[in-house]
């Protein structure tokens, strides 16, 4: 398993746009890149997933550039319902069985 | 939709105790997956069963077991409890190998605390 670094925590205000970058240096031709977000006591949720270039839901932009050794997730426009942790992860398309969370990073956002 | 549902939600032990959570996994879903977070921490992927077999465990020692039953819903046994065990225990379900859409459904989790 490809392993992840992310900054341990950040800090933005409510209505600015943050963006969080994670780095995975190994990452396999079939990983895929994943976010979650986790809120105090609860499992973490599933935001976006994307292989290249920029995917974009409702929730979250992911930006990855064409070597795939980090990626960026965009946060636009914060609440403070959006303070909570979130995990990059690299998981492997086929076969695949457990996911690698790390540490995550701690977004706090502030009045 | 019926999500994932997870207990008991508290529960208290002591040293050398066995304790048994129970999972029911989303509908539709087929695989279920343990996970054990600590204070601060991110998840630790325990195990996951596939159609009733074990697909996979992590880095934890064979006193962590489970059983995944005909309708998915899913048991994790700890026996032996230690200090250490203390921690949030995370079960998540997906319908096959999760590494297709790269999600996994979490419940809230059973906070195991060992005294």
């Known amino acids: 398993l490809a392993k992840t670094t992310q900054p341990i925590s950040m800090d933005s205000y409510e209505g600015q746009e943050v963006n969080i970058t994670c780095s995975h240096n190994?990452?396999?031709?079939?990983?895929?890149i994943t976010w979650y977000q986790q809120f105090p006591s609860q499992g973490p949720r599933f935001i976006i997933q994307?292989?290249?270039t920029k995917v974009t839901n409702e929730v979250a932009s992911l930006f990855i550039p064409a070597d795939r050794k980090s990626s960026t997730l965009s946060l636009p426009r914060v609440s403070l319902s959006d303070t909570a942790v979130y995990y990059c992860?690299?998981?492997?398309?086929?076969?695949?069985?457990?996911?690698?969370f790390g540490s995550g990073t701690k977004l706090n956002v502030k009045p | 939709e019926t999500g994932v549902t997870q207990s008991p939600t508290h529960l208290i032990k002591t040293r050398g105790q066995q304790v048994t959570l129970r999972c029911s996994s989303q509908?539709?879903?087929?695989?279920v997956s343990w996970y054990q977070q600590a204070l601060g921490q991110g998840p630790q992927f325990i195990f996951q069963?596939?159609?009733?077999?074990?697909?996979g465990r992590g880095n934890f020692p064979p006193r962590f077991s489970g059983l995944q039953f005909p309708n998915y819903s899913s048991e994790l046994n700890v026996n032996a409890l230690e200090l250490d065990d203390s921690a949030l225990y995370l079960c998540?379900?997906?319908?096959?190998?999760?590494?297709?859409?790269?999600?996994?459904?979490f419940g809230e989790g059973s906070r195991l605390t060992v005294l």
């Open positions: 190994n990452i396999a031709t079939n990983d895929y």
């Open positions: 069963y596939y159609r009733e077999e074990e697909n």
């Open positions: 998540a379900s997906s319908q096959g190998l999760a590494g297709e859409t790269g999600e996994l459904f």
């Open positions: 509908s539709g879903h087929n695989t």
């Open positions: 994307g292989y290249k």
């Open positions: 992860l690299v998981v492997p398309y086929i076969n695949f069985n457990k996911f690698y």
